[in-house]
């Protein structure tokens, strides 16, 4: 079953994240997230228990899709595939024209992934710029 994420679905979510090597989004930095697109931030939950996750958002020109995460001792049963779908079904009905991921250079089975789902690689450069200052790591 793929939903909607709610805020009591945070701590399975993030343990999904770890579980799969990602960072743990602080709750404060999904809230502004949610307050502007809450629907495509969604979450599998089979059986109840949440397995996945992807998060979604639409500037009204173009939708992104970050952080899709399966736990691994869930994967290889189309969650993935079936969150990636959902959340193109939620685009289109935002009248999204396309939609834009990045993949590191170094996860080749990511990019196979979004590649048998056509996404084509593309090769823009990324630039990015922290805006607030991030404490000193201890």
Same mark, same amino acid.
């Given at each position: 079953?793929?939903?909607?994420?709610?805020?009591?679905?945070?701590? %399975?979510?993030? +343990?999904?994240? +770890?579980? %799969?090597?990602?960072?743990?989004?602080?709750?404060?930095?999904?809230?502004?997230?949610?307050?502007?697109?809450?629907?495509?931030?969604?979450? +599998?939950?089979?059986?109840?228990?949440?397995?996945?996750?992807?998060?979604?958002?639409?500037?009204?020109?173009?939708?992104?899709?970050?952080?899709? %995460?399966?736990?691994?001792?869930?994967?290889?049963?189309?969650?993935?595939?079936?969150?990636?779908?959902?959340?193109?079904?939620?685009?289109?009905?935002?009248?999204?024209?396309?939609?834009?991921?990045?993949?590191?250079?170094?996860?080749? %089975?990511?990019?196979?992934?979004?590649?048998?789902?056509?996404?084509?690689?593309?090769?823009?450069?990324?630039?990015?710029?922290?805006?607030?200052?991030?404490?000193?790591?201890?």
């Amino acid at each position: 079953m793929i939903r909607t994420f709610r805020w009591e679905d945070y701590d %399975a979510v993030a +343990a999904v994240w +770890a579980a %799969a090597g990602a960072d743990v989004l602080p709750r404060a930095e999904l809230e502004p997230k949610l307050t502007r697109d809450p629907e495509l931030f969604l979450v +599998a939950a089979p059986e109840g228990i949440i397995a996945g996750t992807v998060l979604g958002t639409w500037d009204g020109r173009r939708g992104w899709i970050f952080r899709l %995460a399966v736990d691994p001792a869930h994967r290889r049963k189309g969650i993935a595939t079936s969150l990636v779908h959902e959340l193109e079904s939620r685009f289109e009905a935002l009248g999204c024209p396309r939609v834009n991921l990045l993949v590191l250079p170094h996860n080749k %089975a990511g990019l196979r992934f979004w590649q048998e789902l056509g996404y084509l690689p593309a090769p823009d450069v990324l630039c990015t710029k922290p805006l607030r200052s991030q404490p000193p790591e201890k």
